[in-house]
């Protein structure tokens, strides 16, 4: 059976209505950015287009090369705008900036992502394909650190207050100041999973101004 980080690792636990505050070790991601309202933006789709071929390509190598089998992890991005309100109060899609991501494992190297790749590459052009944003992806290592973590279930415009609460109350509260940019992982298929049923761990990198109030 196929090893799933997501039941092992501490980083891809939340519940709905907690903050939690743990520290996120770091991690190896294919990353490809961009820019733009994800619901329209044609570069959005160019990426997961991207990243799921060699997520799987990689999976496959990690599998048949070194005899470990791991699954594809779920999609993540890291989310910024020049005005942080145009994710809470305004949700001013046409400015966020944005890096799609996918967790791969730390066995995954270099050589083997260039390889990927180069598999990837050649099977769209068999297939006489596109996929614009494919040598745009980065194999890279994310740190995070200090983060406060929750569970969103519902539709993704709907994060907005959660976030506000996160932001205004929970971080100053507890001694904490955010750095780092707002973090999402996708744990639900939107292709399949209705709206009101999305699941998306909502992660915030912080670091303490001093001891961490209780409450």
Same mark, same amino acid.
């Given at each position: 059976?196929?090893?799933?980080?997501?039941?092992?690792?501490?980083? *891809?636990?939340?519940?709905?209505?907690?903050?939690?505050?743990?520290?996120?070790?770091?991690?190896? *991601?294919?990353?490809?950015?961009?820019?733009?309202?994800?619901?329209?933006?044609?570069?959005?789709?160019?990426?997961?287009?991207?990243?799921?071929?060699?997520? *799987? %390509?990689?999976?496959?190598?990690?599998?048949?090369?070194?005899?470990?089998?791991?699954?594809?992890?779920?999609?993540?991005?890291?989310?910024?705008?020049?005005?942080?309100?145009?994710?809470?109060?305004?949700?001013?899609?046409?400015?966020?900036?944005?890096?799609?991501?996918?967790?791969?494992?730390?066995?995954?190297?270099?050589?083997?992502?260039?390889? %990927?790749?180069?598999?990837?590459?050649?099977?769209?052009?068999?297939?006489?394909?596109? %996929?614009?944003?494919?040598?745009?992806?980065?194999?890279?290592?994310?740190?995070?650190?200090?983060?406060?973590?929750?569970?969103?279930?519902?539709?993704?415009?709907?994060?907005?207050?959660?976030?506000?609460?996160?932001?205004?109350?929970?971080?100053?509260?507890?001694?904490?100041?955010?750095?780092?940019?707002?973090?999402?992982?996708?744990? %639900?298929?939107?292709?399949?999973?209705?709206?009101?049923?999305?699941?998306?761990?909502?992660?915030?990198?912080?670091?303490?101004?001093?001891?961490?109030?209780?409450?």
């Amino acid at each position: 059976m196929a090893i799933d980080p997501k039941k092992t690792l501490d980083a *891809y636990k939340a519940r709905r209505g907690e903050f939690r505050i743990l520290d996120v070790p770091p991690m190896q *991601y294919l990353m490809v950015d961009g820019a733009g309202d994800p619901n329209t933006a044609r570069a959005y789709g160019d990426a997961v287009s991207a990243l799921f071929p060699l997520a *799987y %390509s990689l999976k496959f190598a990690s599998r048949d090369e070194l005899g470990v089998d791991t699954v594809v992890m779920p999609l993540e991005g890291l989310w910024h705008a020049p005005d942080m309100q145009a994710f809470t109060s305004r949700r001013d899609k046409s400015v966020w900036l944005w890096t799609l991501m996918i967790m791969v494992p730390d066995h995954v190297t270099p050589e083997m992502f260039a390889a %990927s790749v180069d598999a990837v590459t050649a099977k769209t052009a068999k297939k006489k394909q596109e %996929s614009p944003a494919l040598h745009s992806v980065r194999l890279e290592t994310l740190d995070e650190g200090l983060c406060v973590q929750t569970l969103h279930v519902g539709p993704y415009d709907d994060e907005a207050p959660v976030l506000d609460e996160l932001h205004t109350r929970f971080v100053p509260e507890n001694g904490l100041r955010m750095t780092g940019l707002h973090h999402e992982i996708y744990l %639900s298929d939107v292709r399949r999973a209705a709206p009101e049923k999305l699941r998306t761990i909502l992660r915030q990198p912080v670091e303490r101004e001093g001891d961490i109030l209780l409450g």
